[in-house]
């Protein structure tokens, strides 16, 4: 979902450049091109990195649903930080800026809203992977900036998880009720605004911690 809004955002105003997607297989077509790769397999990644010499890798790649990450920790665990660990080592090597998508699953959620200098403390296996992904970037030579997005929703194309706000209108549409907790208060952020900071940050040489939709 985000990895489609950062293209349907792609700056216009900007000569010169190109921008590559790559992507695992997918049952159906994407709306742009893009070459099949799976981020924790290194040499896959790294014909990536050769064919397209990249300036910034915007890496989104990840398991995103918490429950799957429970139930399959070896899995998500190499994707979630093997990959970044592929995604990082190319970065250096081909001297690639690197713009990491985290999450706020690296906080508690205990005392919201979270700045750059706060203190991570995961309570679950899927915020502990983030903030193992977070370390590696942290420990890397390249410049790097990681992006904290709140829970994000939009339209995601077929064959892809849902999030709450398009789970939300289907339920109704149908008819079926909704149970939700109410002692929980979010800020649901559009992918498609998630993807204008990141397309700022690249623009602005931004590095360091940048949290979205906190505020």
Not at 3 to 26: C, H, M, N, W
Request: with cysteine.
């Amino acid at each position: 979902m985000l990895g489609v809004a950062i293209q349907q955002t792609a700056p216009k105003d900007v000569q010169g450049f190109s921008v590559y997607y790559p992507e695992r297989s997918l049952p159906m077509p994407l709306p742009f091109s893009i070459c099949v790769a799976d981020v924790s397999d290194r040499e896959q990644m790294q014909y990536v990195f050769k064919s397209t010499s990249p300036d910034v890798v915007i890496h989104t790649a990840a398991i995103g649903s918490v429950d799957f990450a429970e139930r399959n920790r070896e899995e998500t665990r190499k994707v979630n930080v093997g990959g970044t660990s592929v995604i990082v080592e190319l970065c250096q090597i081909f001297k690639s800026r690197l713009i990491y998508i985290s999450s706020n699953a690296v906080f508690d959620g205990r005392t919201p809203f979270y700045s750059e200098t706060a203190t991570v403390n995961p309570i679950n296996y899927y915020g502990q992977l983030k903030v193992e992904a977070e370390d590696v970037v942290r420990k890397s030579s390249i410049p790097w900036a990681i992006v904290r997005p709140i829970l994000m929703y939009g339209w995601p194309y077929p064959g892809e998880r849902d999030n709450p706000v398009v789970w939300w209108v289907r339920s109704l549409e149908d008819g079926k009720p909704i149970k939700v907790v109410d002692n929980v208060f979010n800020k649901p952020l559009p992918a498609w605004s998630c993807a204008d900071v990141i397309w700022e940050v690249i623009r602005q040489y931004r590095t360091g911690i940048i949290p979205c939709g906190w505020t």
